[in-house]
């Protein structure tokens, strides 16, 4: 297994739960050890990612 660190961008719906982010993680076959918001603008969510790979 293998973990890359990556920056994916997500629309930006204006409530960011958990269960918001996790899915649209999941929609771009991300499987995250950990995740973060590290930048918020009006219509994106920056977050960095450590995608575990097999």
Same mark, same amino acid.
């Given at each position: 297994?293998?973990? &890359?660190? +990556? ?9 960011? =739960?958990?269960? !918001?982010?996790?899915? +649209?993680? =999941?929609?771009?076959? &991300? ?12 219509? &994106? !969510? =920056? ?8």
């Amino acid at each position: 297994m293998q973990v &890359i660190s +990556e920056l994916i961008e997500i629309p930006n719906n204006g409530n960011p =739960t958990v269960e !918001y982010i996790e899915s +649209e993680l =999941t929609k771009r076959n &991300i499987n995250p050890l950990r995740w973060a918001v590290v930048h918020v603008d009006d219509k &994106i !969510y =920056t977050v960095s990612v450590a995608n575990l790979k097999e």
